[in-house]
């Protein structure tokens, strides 16, 4: 089993930086990517940003490109979501996933 917490959203303004992280414990043993998705309020949830284990690969939704960056550090087993130029509709439920194990999110909500 393995659990996730997220931490780091908030209240911002538009334009302004959050930072998130996600503290894996439990079995997380396998070199297996992590990532980051997120719901916005009547909407399905979609994919923001993935990490490989070594973190030498990352991959972006089109939409977080270029303002959004995930990292990892794995002696700390915690992935994080580094956000940049944010948008009123990058507001969001933000969700960790680690294999089928998902944490139970935190809240950015960007003002205009």
């Known amino acids: 089993q393995v659990q996730l917490v997220e931490s780091g959203g908030g209240l911002v303004q538009a334009g302004g930086s959050l930072r998130l992280s996600c503290a894996a414990s439990?079995?997380?043993?396998?070199?297996?990517?992590m990532g980051w998705f997120r719901q916005a309020p009547g909407k399905e949830r979609e994919f923001v940003a993935s990490?490989?284990?070594?973190?030498?690969?990352?991959y972006y939704a089109n939409s977080v490109k270029g303002r959004f960056t995930i990292s990892r550090d794995n002696t700390k087993n915690t992935v994080y979501l580094q956000m940049n130029s944010l948008k009123p509709e990058d507001t969001a439920v933000y969700y960790c996933?680690?294999?089928?194990?998902w944490g139970k999110g935190t809240l950015v909500t960007v003002s205009s």
């Open positions: 990490i490989s284990w070594s973190g030498g690969f990352t």
């Open positions: 996933n680690y294999r089928d194990a």
């Open positions: 439990g079995r997380t043993g396998s070199n297996y990517p």
